[in-house]
């Protein structure tokens, strides 16, 4: 791995992070802080005024009355999958395809350091970066429960439930990451690095509108994550964890041999 290339995007994506990261705080934090330990009649009441199928799609359906319940059903329900989503197809996009388009990948690789060692480098930084913006919720949402609500957050169950949303998340990016390295474009880099999450996110609310459309779900990555069911223990985070990080290697694997065998523009 390069350090002074890693350093580099650290400098050059840090304002994207912090945006992303501040955005996702910020819902954390008042997702928190909305939380009635004496009941959640009030919530539900609000959520009855929206048509049912608008609640079923966001998976609203079912709203813990515990807080580790609570913030898994409101943030690690639905929003969990957009902001993260849109961070990984931006982030991946520039940390290739778009160097390539620009030529700037063309001076990086004139340097002494091999085509392997760049985009690796390339990769933990996005893994990295991902691994920061949960690490940080992870410490907004317990600091939120400690001031407002203190005692009432399973931590242990928190952690497993960033832990879980943290890997669904870089498995996204390696999905988005294969693109920007198979691509020397940005334009088809952005449309295949967002298809394929956005094809997910379609299917994944699609199976939770009625009966006849579960079967939906199953072709969605972002089913395997259900936060309501690691909190109420109905799913193993081991085995979760075990198949989000086969697919993050194995995507960062195809991805550094693509790069490495395409032909680059002069």
Do not use: H
């Not at 319940?69 to 690690?76: C, R």
């Not at 902001?83 to 982030?91: A, E, H, R």
């Not at 392997?116 to 949402?141: C, P």
């Not at 996204?172 to 691509?183: A, D, H, N, R, V």
Request: proline share 3%.
């Amino acid at each position: 791995m390069s350090i002074p290339l890693f350093l580099k995007n650290i400098k050059n994506n840090t304002l994207l992070l912090l945006v992303f990261m501040g955005l996702m705080s910020i819902y954390l934090a008042v997702i928190i802080y909305m939380y009635n330990p004496n009941g959640i009649g009030a919530f539900v009441d609000m959520l009855s005024i929206l048509p049912v199928t608008l609640v079923n799609a966001m998976g609203f359906a079912t709203i813990d009355s515990g807080l580790t319940g609570f913030v898994a059903s409101m943030f690690y329900g639905f929003l969990i999958y957009l902001f993260p989503m849109v961070y990984c197809i931006i982030l991946a996009n520039r940390l290739v395809a778009k160097m390539v388009y620009e030529g700037t990948m063309i001076n990086i690789l004139g340097t002494p350091n091999s085509r392997v060692k760049i985009i690796i480098t390339q990769g933990v930084y996005l893994l990295s970066s991902i691994a920061v913006l949960f690490a940080v919720l992870f410490l907004v949402g317990y600091g939120m429960s400690e001031q407002f609500f203190p005692g009432l957050l399973d931590v242990k169950i928190f952690m497993k439930l960033n832990l879980g949303a943290c890997l669904m998340t870089m498995t996204i990016g390696m999905f988005c990451f294969f693109f920007s390295c198979l691509f020397n474009s940005t334009k088809p880099s952005l449309f295949f690095g967002a298809m394929i999450p956005i094809i997910f996110f379609i299917f994944n609310t699609l199976s939770k509108l009625s009966e006849k459309t579960v079967f939906l779900g199953k072709f969605s990555l972002y089913n395997v994550f259900d936060g309501l069911a690691i909190v109420n223990g109905e799913s193993s985070i081991m085995l979760v964890s075990g198949g989000f990080i086969f697919f993050i290697l194995f995507l960062f694997l195809v991805s550094v041999g693509v790069f490495s065998l395409k032909r680059l523009p002069a």
